[in-house]
Protein backbone atom coordinates (compact mmCIF):
# COMPACT_ATOMS: atom_id res chain seq x y z
CA UNK A 1 0.00 0.00 0.00
CA UNK A 2 3.17 2.66 1.10
CA UNK A 3 4.51 1.68 -2.56
CA UNK A 4 1.66 2.07 -4.53
CA UNK A 5 0.51 5.54 -2.35
CA UNK A 6 4.24 6.61 -3.42
CA UNK A 7 3.31 5.96 -7.39
CA UNK A 8 -0.14 7.79 -7.35
CA UNK A 9 1.53 11.02 -5.34
CA UNK A 10 4.29 11.06 -8.16
CA UNK A 11 1.79 10.62 -10.79
CA UNK A 12 -0.04 13.63 -9.45
CA UNK A 13 2.75 15.87 -8.77
CA UNK A 14 4.60 14.89 -12.40
CA UNK A 15 0.73 15.85 -14.18
CA UNK A 16 0.95 19.33 -12.47
CA UNK A 17 4.05 20.29 -14.74
CA UNK A 18 1.39 20.70 -17.78
CA UNK A 19 -1.01 23.07 -16.08
CA UNK A 20 1.57 25.67 -16.17
CA UNK A 21 0.74 27.07 -18.74
CA UNK A 22 -2.06 30.07 -19.43
CA UNK A 23 -1.65 30.08 -23.48
CA UNK A 24 -4.15 32.14 -25.32
CA UNK A 25 -5.71 30.67 -28.70
CA UNK A 26 -4.34 32.13 -31.38
CA UNK A 27 -5.39 31.02 -35.19
CA UNK A 28 -3.29 28.58 -36.62
CA UNK A 29 -0.21 28.93 -38.68
CA UNK A 30 -0.28 26.23 -40.85
CA UNK A 31 -3.76 27.06 -42.25
CA UNK A 32 -2.49 30.75 -42.39
CA UNK A 33 0.58 29.75 -44.27
CA UNK A 34 -1.92 28.07 -46.63
CA UNK A 35 -4.49 31.03 -47.32
CA UNK A 36 -2.09 33.26 -48.82
CA UNK A 37 -5.34 35.65 -49.13
CA UNK A 38 -5.48 35.67 -45.77
CA UNK A 39 -1.67 37.35 -45.68
CA UNK A 40 -2.49 40.67 -44.93
CA UNK A 41 -0.20 43.29 -43.77
CA UNK A 42 -2.18 43.52 -41.01
CA UNK A 43 -2.01 39.91 -40.25
CA UNK A 44 1.84 39.20 -40.95
CA UNK A 45 2.12 42.52 -38.80
CA UNK A 46 2.17 40.19 -35.51
CA UNK A 47 4.55 38.11 -36.93
CA UNK A 48 7.10 40.36 -37.90
CA UNK A 49 10.03 39.99 -34.65
CA UNK A 50 11.71 43.39 -34.01
CA UNK A 51 15.64 43.38 -33.95
CA UNK A 52 15.93 40.06 -35.48
CA UNK A 53 19.12 41.13 -37.26
CA UNK A 54 20.71 42.26 -34.08
CA UNK A 55 23.44 39.70 -34.47
CA UNK A 56 25.11 38.44 -36.95
CA UNK A 57 24.18 35.26 -38.91
CA UNK A 58 27.80 33.14 -39.23
CA UNK A 59 26.94 30.00 -41.63
CA UNK A 60 30.38 28.93 -42.17
CA UNK A 61 30.27 27.62 -38.82
CA UNK A 62 27.22 25.62 -39.39
CA UNK A 63 29.32 22.34 -38.80
CA UNK A 64 31.08 22.72 -36.06
CA UNK A 65 29.01 21.68 -33.35
CA UNK A 66 30.72 19.07 -31.46
CA UNK A 67 29.67 15.35 -32.51
CA UNK A 68 29.63 12.63 -29.47
CA UNK A 69 29.88 8.81 -30.15
CA UNK A 70 27.98 7.30 -27.66
CA UNK A 71 29.22 3.89 -28.22
CA UNK A 72 32.68 5.23 -27.94
CA UNK A 73 31.52 6.43 -23.89
CA UNK A 74 30.91 2.87 -23.17
CA UNK A 75 33.77 1.24 -24.32
CA UNK A 76 36.79 1.00 -21.76
CA UNK A 77 39.48 2.25 -25.00
CA UNK A 78 37.77 5.13 -26.00
CA UNK A 79 35.19 6.38 -22.96
CA UNK A 80 38.35 9.17 -21.66
CA UNK A 81 39.11 10.57 -25.17
CA UNK A 82 35.23 10.61 -25.47
CA UNK A 83 33.95 11.66 -22.24
CA UNK A 84 36.99 15.03 -22.76
CA UNK A 85 34.73 15.86 -26.13
CA UNK A 86 31.78 15.66 -24.25
CA UNK A 87 33.04 18.00 -21.43
CA UNK A 88 33.99 19.99 -23.57
CA UNK A 89 30.73 20.36 -25.55
CA UNK A 90 28.87 20.94 -22.42
CA UNK A 91 31.18 23.72 -20.89
CA UNK A 92 31.98 25.32 -24.92
CA UNK A 93 29.18 25.23 -26.92
CA UNK A 94 25.69 23.64 -24.85
CA UNK A 95 25.28 21.99 -27.76
CA UNK A 96 26.30 18.42 -29.45
CA UNK A 97 24.93 15.99 -31.88
CA UNK A 98 25.34 12.19 -30.54
CA UNK A 99 25.93 9.49 -33.06
CA UNK A 100 25.25 5.77 -32.33
CA UNK A 101 22.69 6.57 -29.66
CA UNK A 102 21.13 3.17 -29.73
CA UNK A 103 17.71 4.42 -30.72
CA UNK A 104 16.26 1.49 -33.04
CA UNK A 105 15.75 2.98 -36.92
CA UNK A 106 12.37 1.66 -37.22
CA UNK A 107 11.43 3.33 -33.88
CA UNK A 108 12.57 6.85 -35.39
CA UNK A 109 12.02 5.84 -38.52
CA UNK A 110 7.81 5.55 -37.42
CA UNK A 111 8.01 8.61 -35.17
CA UNK A 112 9.02 10.69 -38.25
CA UNK A 113 6.28 9.05 -40.68
CA UNK A 114 3.78 9.45 -38.04
CA UNK A 115 4.29 13.03 -37.04
CA UNK A 116 4.56 13.94 -40.82
CA UNK A 117 1.01 12.41 -41.26
CA UNK A 118 -0.49 14.19 -38.00
CA UNK A 119 0.36 17.40 -39.51
CA UNK A 120 -0.78 16.76 -43.00
CA UNK A 121 -4.10 15.85 -41.10
CA UNK A 122 -7.44 18.31 -41.84
CA UNK A 123 -7.81 21.00 -39.44
CA UNK A 124 -10.64 19.56 -37.64
CA UNK A 125 -8.92 16.42 -36.57
CA UNK A 126 -5.63 17.84 -35.28
CA UNK A 127 -8.70 20.24 -33.34
CA UNK A 128 -10.18 17.45 -31.91
CA UNK A 129 -6.87 17.33 -29.98
CA UNK A 130 -6.57 20.86 -29.29
CA UNK A 131 -5.01 22.55 -26.04
CA UNK A 132 -7.40 23.17 -22.67
CA UNK A 133 -7.36 26.17 -20.97
CA UNK A 134 -4.70 25.98 -18.52
CA UNK A 135 -3.24 22.92 -20.44
CA UNK A 136 0.28 23.22 -22.12
CA UNK A 137 -0.30 19.53 -23.62
CA UNK A 138 -2.21 19.62 -27.00
CA UNK A 139 -2.23 20.86 -30.02
CA UNK A 140 -2.07 24.82 -30.91
CA UNK A 141 0.88 27.16 -29.63
CA UNK A 142 2.45 28.02 -26.02
CA UNK A 143 3.58 30.95 -24.31
CA UNK A 144 1.11 33.45 -25.71
CA UNK A 145 0.33 35.28 -22.51
CA UNK A 146 -1.06 38.84 -23.79
CA UNK A 147 -3.45 39.98 -27.18
CA UNK A 148 -0.87 42.50 -28.59
CA UNK A 149 2.87 40.09 -27.96
CA UNK A 150 5.06 39.32 -31.22
CA UNK A 151 3.72 35.81 -32.52
CA UNK A 152 5.78 32.39 -33.22
CA UNK A 153 5.41 30.97 -37.06
CA UNK A 154 4.85 27.90 -35.91
CA UNK A 155 2.12 25.36 -34.44
CA UNK A 156 3.15 22.67 -31.97
CA UNK A 157 1.33 19.26 -30.69
CA UNK A 158 2.96 18.20 -27.16
CA UNK A 159 2.27 15.52 -24.85
CA UNK A 160 2.81 14.72 -21.44
CA UNK A 161 4.90 10.97 -22.28
CA UNK A 162 6.97 9.76 -19.08
CA UNK A 163 6.29 8.49 -16.51
CA UNK A 164 3.51 6.78 -18.15
CA UNK A 165 1.15 7.05 -15.13
CA UNK A 166 1.06 10.62 -15.26
CA UNK A 167 -0.02 10.57 -19.26
CA UNK A 168 -3.20 12.40 -20.30
CA UNK A 169 -4.61 9.71 -22.75
CA UNK A 170 -7.25 12.18 -24.36
CA UNK A 171 -4.61 13.98 -26.02
CA UNK A 172 -2.82 11.13 -27.43
CA UNK A 173 -3.92 10.88 -31.36
CA UNK A 174 -5.87 8.01 -32.77
CA UNK A 175 -4.65 9.34 -35.77
CA UNK A 176 -2.27 8.19 -37.76
CA UNK A 177 -3.03 4.81 -36.39
CA UNK A 178 0.11 3.32 -35.31
CA UNK A 179 1.23 7.17 -34.21
CA UNK A 180 0.37 6.28 -30.28
CA UNK A 181 2.67 3.02 -30.35
CA UNK A 182 5.52 5.09 -32.17
CA UNK A 183 4.96 8.05 -29.45
CA UNK A 184 4.99 5.41 -26.67
CA UNK A 185 8.50 3.59 -28.03
CA UNK A 186 10.39 6.61 -29.35
CA UNK A 187 9.75 8.11 -26.06
CA UNK A 188 10.71 5.28 -23.80
CA UNK A 189 13.92 4.93 -25.75
CA UNK A 190 14.69 8.72 -25.40
CA UNK A 191 14.07 7.90 -21.91
CA UNK A 192 16.67 5.74 -21.93
CA UNK A 193 19.17 7.83 -23.74
CA UNK A 194 18.44 10.48 -21.08
CA UNK A 195 19.69 8.20 -18.49
CA UNK A 196 22.76 7.69 -20.02
CA UNK A 197 23.66 10.93 -20.94
CA UNK A 198 22.84 11.95 -17.29
CA UNK A 199 25.22 9.44 -16.06
CA UNK A 200 27.92 10.07 -18.38
CA UNK A 201 27.42 13.96 -17.71
CA UNK A 202 28.51 13.27 -14.17
CA UNK A 203 31.30 11.27 -14.77
CA UNK A 204 32.57 14.20 -16.58
CA UNK A 205 32.49 16.35 -13.59
CA UNK A 206 33.39 13.30 -10.97
CA UNK A 207 30.60 13.60 -9.82
CA UNK A 208 28.24 10.45 -8.37
CA UNK A 209 25.58 9.62 -11.12
CA UNK A 210 22.83 8.93 -8.13
CA UNK A 211 23.30 12.60 -7.81
CA UNK A 212 21.48 13.01 -11.07
CA UNK A 213 18.97 9.97 -11.20
CA UNK A 214 16.15 12.24 -10.05
CA UNK A 215 16.84 15.47 -12.63
CA UNK A 216 15.80 13.64 -15.71
CA UNK A 217 12.40 11.32 -14.75
CA UNK A 218 9.85 13.44 -16.51
CA UNK A 219 9.60 14.02 -20.13
CA UNK A 220 7.60 16.15 -22.37
CA UNK A 221 7.52 15.43 -25.37
CA UNK A 222 7.39 19.11 -28.32
CA UNK A 223 6.58 18.04 -32.58
CA UNK A 224 6.92 21.70 -33.80
CA UNK A 225 5.68 22.42 -37.31
CA UNK A 226 7.15 25.47 -39.04
CA UNK A 227 5.21 26.26 -42.26
CA UNK A 228 7.23 28.24 -45.11
CA UNK A 229 6.57 31.74 -44.72
CA UNK A 230 6.35 33.38 -48.60
CA UNK A 231 5.88 36.75 -47.54
CA UNK A 232 9.08 37.70 -46.04
CA UNK A 233 10.71 34.75 -44.02
CA UNK A 234 13.60 36.38 -43.22
CA UNK A 235 11.67 38.31 -40.67
CA UNK A 236 9.62 35.99 -38.64
CA UNK A 237 10.59 33.36 -36.54
CA UNK A 238 9.73 30.04 -35.55
CA UNK A 239 10.62 30.43 -31.72
CA UNK A 240 12.19 33.36 -30.13
CA UNK A 241 15.26 33.24 -28.44
CA UNK A 242 15.44 31.52 -25.28
CA UNK A 243 17.33 28.83 -23.23
CA UNK A 244 15.42 25.49 -21.91
CA UNK A 245 14.32 24.94 -18.52
CA UNK A 246 15.50 21.32 -18.77
CA UNK A 247 17.76 19.37 -17.53
CA UNK A 248 18.49 17.76 -20.65
CA UNK A 249 16.70 18.64 -24.55
CA UNK A 250 16.90 15.82 -27.11
CA UNK A 251 15.70 17.09 -30.50
CA UNK A 252 14.98 14.79 -33.34
CA UNK A 253 15.06 16.64 -37.03
CA UNK A 254 12.65 15.00 -38.51
CA UNK A 255 12.84 15.97 -42.15
CA UNK A 256 15.91 17.98 -42.12
CA UNK A 257 15.71 21.32 -42.96
CA UNK A 258 17.69 23.89 -41.15
CA UNK A 259 16.27 26.18 -38.95
CA UNK A 260 18.14 25.95 -35.61
CA UNK A 261 20.31 28.75 -35.10
CA UNK A 262 22.51 28.87 -31.20
CA UNK A 263 23.93 31.58 -29.93
CA UNK A 264 27.29 32.02 -29.74
CA UNK A 265 29.73 34.63 -28.94
CA UNK A 266 27.26 36.83 -29.41
CA UNK A 267 26.48 35.95 -33.18
CA UNK A 268 23.86 33.15 -34.59
CA UNK A 269 25.28 29.68 -35.45
CA UNK A 270 23.06 27.81 -37.88
CA UNK A 271 22.93 24.26 -36.75
CA UNK A 272 23.58 21.93 -40.12
CA UNK A 273 21.65 18.50 -39.40
CA UNK A 274 24.08 15.67 -39.01
CA UNK A 275 23.00 12.60 -40.39
CA UNK A 276 21.77 9.47 -38.04
CA UNK A 277 22.33 11.82 -35.04
CA UNK A 278 20.05 13.71 -32.05
CA UNK A 279 20.70 16.94 -31.11
CA UNK A 280 21.22 17.41 -27.13
CA UNK A 281 21.43 20.51 -24.99
CA UNK A 282 22.45 21.70 -21.80
CA UNK A 283 18.94 23.17 -20.23
CA UNK A 284 18.52 25.86 -17.27
CA UNK A 285 18.33 23.00 -14.80
CA UNK A 286 22.04 21.48 -15.69
CA UNK A 287 23.84 24.66 -15.94
CA UNK A 288 22.48 25.86 -11.83
CA UNK A 289 23.35 22.12 -10.86
CA UNK A 290 26.93 22.45 -12.46
CA UNK A 291 27.56 26.03 -10.54
CA UNK A 292 27.60 27.54 -14.38
CA UNK A 293 30.27 25.21 -15.69
CA UNK A 294 28.06 23.69 -18.50
CA UNK A 295 26.10 26.22 -20.14
CA UNK A 296 22.30 26.66 -21.33
CA UNK A 297 22.42 28.23 -24.13
CA UNK A 298 20.24 30.90 -26.17
CA UNK A 299 18.86 29.32 -29.26
CA UNK A 300 16.22 30.45 -32.14
CA UNK A 301 13.90 29.01 -34.87
CA UNK A 302 14.29 30.29 -38.54
CA UNK A 303 11.82 30.08 -41.00
CA UNK A 304 12.19 28.59 -45.02
CA UNK A 305 10.49 31.05 -47.47
CA UNK A 306 9.86 27.40 -49.51
CA UNK A 307 10.14 24.37 -47.25
CA UNK A 308 8.11 22.85 -44.03
CA UNK A 309 10.13 21.65 -40.93
CA UNK A 310 9.20 19.24 -38.64
CA UNK A 311 10.68 18.43 -35.22
CA UNK A 312 10.41 16.20 -31.83
CA UNK A 313 12.22 17.67 -28.90
CA UNK A 314 12.15 15.59 -25.65
CA UNK A 315 12.38 18.06 -22.80
CA UNK A 316 13.51 15.84 -19.69
CA UNK A 317 12.75 17.57 -16.16
CA UNK A 318 13.23 16.59 -12.03
CA UNK A 319 10.21 15.52 -9.88
CA UNK A 320 7.95 18.83 -10.17
CA UNK A 321 7.97 18.98 -6.44
CA UNK A 322 11.94 18.73 -6.15
CA UNK A 323 14.68 21.19 -5.54
CA UNK A 324 18.23 21.68 -7.81
CA UNK A 325 21.21 22.98 -5.94
CA UNK A 326 24.78 24.37 -7.44
CA UNK A 327 27.28 21.69 -6.58
CA UNK A 328 30.43 23.01 -6.03
CA UNK A 329 33.74 21.03 -6.51
CA UNK A 330 35.68 23.19 -4.11
CA UNK A 331 35.29 25.18 -0.52
CA UNK A 332 37.12 28.15 -2.56
CA UNK A 333 34.37 28.29 -5.35
CA UNK A 334 32.31 30.77 -5.70
CA UNK A 335 28.41 30.24 -5.65
CA UNK A 336 27.21 31.82 -8.83
CA UNK A 337 23.10 30.12 -8.59
CA UNK A 338 20.46 29.74 -5.64
CA UNK A 339 19.33 27.08 -4.83
CA UNK A 340 15.94 26.48 -7.32
CA UNK A 341 12.47 24.93 -6.42
CA UNK A 342 11.42 23.11 -9.53
CA UNK A 343 8.20 24.12 -9.24
CA UNK A 344 8.70 27.95 -8.78
CA UNK A 345 11.27 27.77 -11.61
CA UNK A 346 9.10 26.51 -13.70
CA UNK A 347 6.17 28.83 -12.99
CA UNK A 348 8.44 31.59 -13.57
CA UNK A 349 9.46 29.64 -16.81
CA UNK A 350 6.33 29.36 -18.53
CA UNK A 351 4.23 32.91 -17.49
CA UNK A 352 6.75 34.70 -19.59
CA UNK A 353 6.66 35.62 -23.16
CA UNK A 354 9.71 32.63 -24.24
CA UNK A 355 12.36 36.22 -24.00
CA UNK A 356 16.07 35.14 -23.84
CA UNK A 357 17.42 34.25 -20.55
CA UNK A 358 14.91 36.02 -17.91
CA UNK A 359 14.26 32.59 -15.73
CA UNK A 360 17.78 31.54 -15.14
CA UNK A 361 19.08 35.26 -14.64
CA UNK A 362 16.48 35.28 -12.01
CA UNK A 363 18.71 32.05 -10.78
CA UNK A 364 21.51 33.88 -10.19
CA UNK A 365 22.90 35.23 -7.63
CA UNK A 366 23.90 39.09 -7.42
CA UNK A 367 27.86 39.60 -7.91
Not at 55 to 67: G, I, N
Not at 204 to 224: I, S
Not at 324 to 337: A, D, H
Amino acid sequence: MEVESARASDSVSESRWSKLAVTLPVRNVQALAASTGDMTAEVIERYIQPDIDAFAVLDEHSDEVPVIDVSKLSSPESVEAEAAKLKFACAEWGFFQVVNHGIPDEVIMGMKHDIQKFFQLPPDVKNAYAQRQGDLQGYGQAFVVSDDQKLEWADMFALFAQPPEARDMSYWPCEPHTFRNFIEKYSSEVMKLAHSLGVFVAKTLDLNPELVEDKHVAQFLRMGYYPPCTPMPEKVLGFKPHSDMSFLTILLEVNSVQGLQIRRHGAWIPVKPCRNALLVNVGDLLEIMTNGKYKSIEHRVTINAHKERLTVSAFHLPNYDGIVSPILETREEKLLYKTVKVEEYARLFFTNKLEGKRALDHAKLSQ
